[in-house]
């Protein structure tokens, strides 16, 4: 029996703006609206002083300004890297000119994620600021940025799902002619949107941010889940050597953030009785 799509596939043109040669395609708007809110969102909290222990924070905004160019490096090289080496490497090394054509798409979370850590570990010993505290207000704002990340995957018509009968299935236009689970939307929720009122109740509720760490080992636990839940959902890369028997490349490359972050919480408190931000 042949699946029937009952969603329709919107089809939005990957171009927002066509001026002559010159385009510029959602899937750029979406990154640099999720960065510069994000950046926005740590000069909130850097200015809200109830937050942070001694009601001082740890950074100033000028520092804030110079992080957002760390990240955006971060979020771009690596992404595009992560995508090369632990993706797809066999496509790319046979067509190296691919590796610098972002715009065409194929942005890797976990490439991002490794080069804006080892940038904020630069960051801090450059500016001479808690390291965990940099994570903890990037993790704080890194919501925004992967939900607008999710739904230019859609619109690039990326990353989709796996081949479904179910009521939720669409026929994307390079996804073959079966239809499929728009698992980028799924991950915008979860990983977006979910994640955003996860950290919002971590910062201002739980008054995170006081103890130096536990923002970042919440948003990496809450990560973990959401990504190996959504990759259930999610077409597998193919031939990574990672999908080992029923689980994913990606739900492999989660399994260190989860364990990292459960240990940034187990030493969380510890670095706040201490008076010590620990590495």
């Not at 990340?149 to 799902?161: M, T, Y």
């Not at 077409?235 to 990292?260: D, H, K, R, S, W």
Request: hydrophobic content about 50%.
């Amino acid at each position: 029996m042949t699946p029937l799509a009952l969603l329709t596939y919107p089809n939005i043109d990957p171009i927002a703006i066509e001026y002559g040669p010159i385009s510029i395609k959602w899937y750029g708007i979406a990154y640099l609206v999720g960065l510069v809110l994000g950046w926005l969102y740590i000069r909130r909290l850097i200015s809200t002083p109830r937050l942070w222990l001694g009601n001082k924070a740890p950074l100033t905004l000028e520092r804030i300004d110079d992080l957002l160019l760390f990240m955006t490096l971060g979020v771009v090289i690596g992404g595009r890297l992560g995508q090369v080496f632990l993706y797809d490497p066999d496509f790319y090394f046979s067509h190296p000119a691919e590796i610098v054509k972002v715009w065409k798409g194929g942005m890797s979370f976990h490439g991002a994620l490794i080069a804006c850590g080892i940038l904020i570990l630069v960051f801090a010993r450059h500016y001479k600021v808690p390291a965990r505290s940099v994570m903890d207000l990037t993790c704080a704002a890194a919501p925004a940025g992967i939900f607008f990340g999710r739904i230019a995957n859609f619109i690039n018509s990326e990353h989709w799902g796996r081949v479904t009968t179910s009521a939720i299935g669409m026929v994307f236009p390079n996804g073959g002619p079966e239809p499929r689970y728009p698992s980028q939307i799924f991950e915008a929720v979860l990983e977006g949107l979910v994640m955003w009122f996860i950290m919002r109740f971590a910062t201002h509720r739980m008054l995170a941010l006081k103890r130096p760490g536990l923002v970042t080992g919440i948003w990496l636990v809450w990560y973990a889940i959401a990504r190996s839940i959504c990759e259930i959902f999610r077409e597998p890369e193919a031939y990574n050597v990672f999908n080992i028997g029923p689980f994913t490349a990606g739900q492999v490359y989660c399994l260190p953030m989860l364990l990292i972050g459960l240990y940034l919480i187990w030493t969380a408190p510890r670095a706040e009785a201490s008076g010590k931000v620990l590495v």
